[in-house]
């Protein structure tokens, strides 16, 4: 049944000492550059230098502004099917032709503040109730895209699992190496689903298959693909690219 | 009366002013700055900015950039409009020219005879000073409308969506950054202006003849 199988050509921390030290002569690179006539460029948060603390505290108080402005009850806009984007672009941190497929004997693992941690199959996440959006995904690099997906309500799903909806974390693990978090307040949001489904076909693993998050209250990468595993958590979740100096909360 | 018998003359531009003014050359720098390298990340026009004029280094380092700018830009354009309503500023320096004057005061300077006085706006002034805070203004109210397409979504959908608003938001950058080339080549013919954004500068005289 599984024809897809994980053969990954490269690794990603078999080549994360060359992406360091390509980084570090990017960074070297730039301190040559106009903000480094301001002495600022260096500031791309990956340095503990008293500027970089200051962006890093900056980001954390808009965090609190964006979580201010966050409203549960409003909804992203929706379309019709006419306006979804084709083709979907794909994106990940990765290149396309390193898609991995699903592995074998793959259950979504449940975690953390939750009564029932039983892992469910795919076929126990379609007897839920599903939904279906046609929404806006916008990127941290500024395009977007429409497209439609269906799925689980995350919020249903946490009830199901008897998940502490008081816990302020929601922490998703990806089988690509993948990870990223939400406040609770978005992962309660009516559109804040687990998706099985895209443009009416169960997703394919470019897509995230077998299920990935779909969040339209965010940033595209917040939308984690590929899921192995949900924790719900008391600890901050930081992130793949909220690690490395995302914004974490990303609403939009 | 002759103007050196005033008893008293007041700065071409008052302390709240020149400290406004230097701090927007700080806010606006890494707002531009930071804003090209965001731009470099999906470039919606055939072009990138140069690497070396990014600041940030990367996108999610320009994006911390822009979103701590973002406050400084702000707070210094409250107090500027703060100011610019209660003190009467705008009523007395920025009152909108008339169409004949801007065009009489364009030929002039193209001529290079339109003088320059410390302290007073002729009517390209005026146009270009009240042009570049609407610029400003459009820029807040379209990046806020981009940072919050959803929760602010009455302002994306005033401009015509997401798409659109990010595109006007390019578009209106360029304008400010126009503003700026005309406004430091300006300051570059007439250095002493720069003096007085700098120090208390009296102001000069309105028609000297």
């Known amino acids: 049944m599984n024809g897809l199988r994980w053969m990954p050509v490269v690794k990603y921390r078999d080549i994360e000492p060359e992406l360091r030290q390509l980084q570090r002569r990017a960074f070297l690179r730039n301190t040559l550059s106009l903000g480094g006539l301001a002495l600022l460029s260096g500031c791309d948060l990956s340095t503990n230098s008293g500027i970089d603390a200051a962006l890093k505290s900056i980001l954390r108080f808009d965090d609190k502004v964006q979580a201010a402005l966050f409203s549960g009850r409003r909804l992203a806009q929706t379309y019709p099917p006419s306006a979804v984007t084709r083709p979907f672009r794909f994106n990940a941190f990765y290149p396309e032709w390193q898609v991995r497929g699903i592995p074998d004997g793959w259950r979504l693992e449940v975690a953390g503040s939750v009564s029932d941690k039983t892992p469910w199959t795919i076929a126990a996440l379609r007897t839920l109730p599903q939904v279906e959006q046609i929404t806006r995904h916008i990127c941290i690099e500024g395009w977007s895209q429409i497209g439609r997906w269906s799925g ?3 919020r249903l799903f946490l009830q199901r699992i008897g998940a502490d909806l008081r816990a302020p974390f929601v922490s998703f693990r990806c089988f690509d190496g993948y990870s990223s978090g939400l406040d609770m307040a978005s992962a309660l949001h009516p559109q804040t689903i687990l998706a099985l489904d895209f443009d009416g076909q169960p997703l394919a693993p470019e897509w995230g298959a077998p299920v990935r998050l779909r969040i339209p209250t965010k940033l595209g990468f917040k939308s984690a693909k590929n899921l192995q595993a949900i924790e719900v958590t008391r600890i901050f979740p930081g992130g793949f690219w909220e690690n490395q100096g995302y914004d974490w909360f990303s609403g939009v | 009366m002759p103007l050196h018998h005033q008893p ?40 990138n900015f140069p690497r070396w004029t990014g600041l940030g280094g990367w996108l999610g380092g320009a994006l911390a950039w822009h979103f701590s700018a973002m406050w400084l830009l702000a707070l210094a354009g409250i107090a500027y409009l703060a100011y610019g309503f209660t003190s009467g500023h705008f009523r007395r320096d920025l009152g909108v020219p008339r169409p ?55 302002l994306v959908s005033l401009f015509g969506g997401y798409p659109i608003a990010r595109d ?38 309105q028609n000297p003849i």
Not at chain 2, 178 to 190: E, T
């Open chain 2, 100 to 154: 004949r004057a801007v065009v009489r005061d364009l030929w002039s300077a193209l001529r290079f005879r339109l003088g320059h006085r410390i302290g007073h706006y002729n009517a390209v002034q005026r146009l270009l000073y009240l042009g570049v805070i609407g610029a400003l203004l459009l820029q807040v109210v379209t990046g806020l409308a981009i940072w919050k397409p959803v929760q602010l979504s009455a």
């Open chain 2, 8 to 47: 008293t003359r007041t700065a071409a531009h008052p302390a709240i002013v020149r400290l406004l003014h230097w701090v927007w050359v700080y806010a606006i720098g890494c707002m531009v700055f930071s804003g090209w390298q965001i731009y470099n990340a999906s470039p919606s026009l055939p072009f």
């Open chain 1, 152 to 154: 689980v309500p995350l």
């Open chain 2, 168 to 205: 006007i938001h390019l578009t209106t950058m360029f304008l400010i950054v126009a503003f700026v080339i005309v406004h430091v080549v300006l300051v570059a013919i007439f250095p002493r202006t720069l003096i007085s954004m700098i120090a208390g500068t009296p102001a000069e005289p």
